[in-house]
């Protein structure tokens, strides 16, 4: 059974920001415990796809509220998104936690042949609006704990020299990056050191 977006004020939310919903990539598995789906979401104007996962904010998990988990890439990489966004989602059903803005999840190998991205970085998305990491249930309130119905966490593939830093100090990365000014959306980019 195919899982549709069920919460029009989600739906709604990702096309603001992610550009238009263009249908359920895949669910990967039809087991009670697997109840998510991945959706894609093409933006046009900047051509990047991101691709969502749908579901994981109805798991019991540690996390204090709902999340749903995001990759974009450039729209010619979006079965790099779908991969990183399937395989994050298999990790949280699996071990029933979520992940946390600033986690970084090393692969200690290549994530895929020739990228030279050996992890993830989980954050804020890079590029849309500060608005799209979450969802509040009065968005006309301040955002605290307390109002925050679901987070976004958005998965970015990383160098070994960023996973790195990252591990020394957060900002350090964020440091680097804002001196160097990479494409964060490119996941075959080059190395920045």
């Given amino acids: 059974m195919r899982q549709q977006i069920e919460s029009a004020p989600l739906l709604h939310h990702l096309q603001t920001y992610a550009g238009e919903h263009r249908g359920t990539e895949s669910k990967p598995y039809d087991r009670p415990d697997h109840q998510y789906s991945l959706e894609r979401f093409d933006h046009t104007n900047s051509g990047t796809t991101t691709i969502t996962s749908n579901g994981l904010r109805h798991l019991h998990t540690d996390t204090p509220f709902g999340e749903e988990i995001a990759c974009t890439l450039h729209t010619p990489q979006a079965g790099y998104a779908r991969a990183i966004t399937g395989a994050m ?105």
Wanted: aromatic letters at 8%.
């Fill in 89 to 193: 989602c298999e990790y949280v059903t699996h071990r029933r936690t979520g992940i946390e803005y600033g986690q970084i999840i090393d692969n200690h190998d290549e994530l895929f042949d020739g990228t030279d991205k050996e992890g993830l970085l989980a954050a804020i998305h890079p590029h849309f609006d500060d608005k799209f990491n979450y969802i509040t249930r009065n968005p006309n309130t301040a955002r605290t704990s307390d109002n925050i119905q679901l987070q976004i966490v958005t998965l970015l593939p990383i160098t070994r020299h960023e996973i790195e830093l990252a591990a020394r100090d957060i900002d350090l990365l964020y440091e680097h990056w804002h001196n160097t000014h990479p494409d964060l959306l490119d996941i075959t980019r080059l190395s920045t050191t």
